[in-house]
């Protein structure tokens, strides 16, 4: 019996994207970093508002964003004489898709 089942052809990530993927996820794992993100999903912010809600030091703050900036998973822009940050949504997506093949492949060859 032959099936009428469409598979569609998931292209496997390559050594490069598997990379950074791995990369934003150990940054995005890192509790404070996560609360960081959490907060800006909510509306975009300064260092100034994230430390404050957050109840951090700002050096703390802005090293965290450091790194979340070198990973481009948040964007900013200068609005006067702040720097504010958002999340990068496409980044994001580009991660979810990624671990979406990983998952893909990873069931159908049973690992």
């Known amino acids: 019996?032959?099936?009428?089942?469409?598979?569609k052809v998931m292209?496997?990530?390559n050594k490069q994207q598997l990379r950074q993927a791995i990369m934003t996820m150990k940054?995005?794992?890192h509790r404070l970093r996560s609360r960081i993100l959490?907060?800006?999903?909510?509306?975009?912010?300064s260092v100034t508002e994230l430390y404050?809600?957050?109840r951090i030091d700002q050096?703390?703050?802005s090293q965290h964003?450091?790194?979340l900036r070198e990973l481009s998973i948040v964007n900013t822009e200068?609005?006067?004489?702040?720097i504010i940050y958002t999340v990068n949504e496409s980044k994001i997506a580009t991660i979810h898709e990624i671990l979406k093949k990983v998952t893909h492949v990873a069931v159908e060859q049973d690992i």
């Open 11 to 13: 292209k496997f990530p």
């Open 59 to 61: 050096s703390v703050a």
């Open 38 to 45: 959490i907060s800006l999903d909510n509306k975009p912010k």
């Open 65 to 67: 964003l450091g790194i």
């Open 78 to 82: 200068r609005m006067g004489k702040h």
């Open 1 to 7: 019996m032959v099936s009428n089942k469409k598979f």
């Open 52 to 54: 404050v809600e957050l």
């Open 27 to 29: 940054a995005i794992d």
